[in-house]
């Protein structure tokens, strides 16, 4: 499989809940990021990872928690989630830094 | 202040007619620009960039875009439009850093 995979596509959890949103990339990037896009507003920076390092927090709360094992895999922990986090949320990875994206399909999240 | 402005929300084309969505940006230094189309219920998927050299870049699926550093702009175009093409296009500025700037895009519908 190539490209940015990401699952679940569709979330819908709990304020009190804890999940996580995965991300993997088949090509051979060393930088992978989330994004969050909310209706009406501009695509807004949340992680990145370089080499597995963490290089940019941009001031998110911390219920979400970004992990990178390895340089193929991302995940996104959330836990006691607000209904204003509803958005859909994007991974993407990039060869090198402005170089351009390849981003993932998305999770739709809905926080009940 | 480093800041892309794509300035119409919306657009609406006939099929078959040509195309051009706006995008000016504000940059101190040579600008990396991107253009990424997004259909619904999708991620964004790379059309072109712009790093240096020849003004007029090429992209995929038939769009183009053109780099006018006196005008700040870095309009896309596409000479015939296709139904295929109605979707949500963004305009973005690399900063460095892996930092990206995102303008808030420009919805295309494209009418029979």
């Known amino acids: 499989e190539t490209g940015v995979t990401q699952t679940p596509r569709h979330l819908v959890m709990g304020m009190t809940n804890k999940k996580s949103l995965k991300c993997e990339q088949h090509?051979?990037?060393?930088?992978m990021y989330w994004y969050k896009q909310s209706a009406k507003k501009p695509l807004e920076l949340m992680f990145v990872?370089?080499?597995?390092?963490?290089?940019e927090n941009n001031s998110v709360p911390s219920r979400f928690s970004p992990e990178c094992p390895n340089s193929s895999h991302l995940f996104l922990h959330l836990h006691t989630l607000q209904p204003e986090d509803s958005a859909l949320y994007l991974c993407?990875?990039?060869?090198?830094?402005?170089?351009?994206?390849?981003f993932g399909s998305g999770t739709r999240l809905t926080v009940v | 202040a480093q800041s892309v402005t794509q300035p119409d929300i919306h657009i609406t084309v006939s099929e078959g007619a040509s195309l051009e969505l706006r995008c000016n940006y504000s940059?101190?230094?040579?600008?990396?620009l991107f253009w990424y189309v997004q259909s619904p219920g999708q991620g964004l998927q790379l059309l072109l960039k712009?790093?240096?050299?020849?003004?007029l870049v090429q992209g995929i699926k038939g769009f183009e875009a053109e780099f006018k550093r006196s005008q700040s702009s870095f309009n896309l175009r596409k000479p015939s439009v296709h139904w295929s093409d109605a979707a949500e296009y963004f305009c973005?500025?690399?900063?460095?850093?892996?930092?990206?700037?995102f303008g808030a895009g420009t919805r295309l519908f494209v009418k029979a």
């Open positions: 990872y370089s080499l597995e390092e963490r290089v």
């Open positions: 940059y101190g230094a040579t600008p990396y």
């Open positions: 712009y790093f240096s050299g020849d003004t």
């Open positions: 973005a500025l690399d900063t460095g850093g892996f930092k990206t700037i």
């Open positions: 993407a990875s990039s060869q090198r830094e402005s170089y351009g994206y390849t």
């Open positions: 090509l051979g990037h060393n930088a």
